[in-house]
Nanobody
């Protein structure tokens, strides 16, 4: 059974950087399309980024485009962080459907907290 475990979250000042990792106890990431989502207090979980395993294509939410980068290892490099990036970040394995929908992912990690101070 695949289990995903996120790490790398923490407290950072605005403008700083963090790198999130997603460990997988099952098969290697290279055979799955993987994604990152985030959920801020009182808000719905939202799409952040994904990488498609077939060709390495990446997609990003407009709010993070140009600042975040997802890798083949499913790391999420986050630069130029803003207070509005504060949230619990989740990695997930894509299953089917629209890549920006939480319903399209079948395995989720427990999340890692990212807090950006102003």
């Amino acid at each position: 059974q695949v289990q995903l475990v996120e790490s790398g979250g923490g407290l950072v000042q605005a403008g700083g950087s963090l790198r999130l990792s997603c460990a997988n106890s099952g098969r290697t990431f290279s055979t799955y399309t993987m994604g990152w989502f985030r959920q801020a207090p009182g808000k719905e979980r939202e799409f952040v980024a994904r990488i498609r395993w077939t060709d390495g294509r990446t997609d990003y939410a407009d709010s993070v485009k140009g600042r975040f980068t997802i890798s083949r290892a499913n790391d999420l490099q986050m630069n130029s962080l803003k207070p509005e990036d504060t949230a619990v970040y989740y990695c997930a394995r894509y299953y089917t459907g629209n890549y920006y929908s939480t319903a399209s992912y079948d395995v989720w990690g427990q999340g890692t907290q990212v807090t950006v101070s102003s």
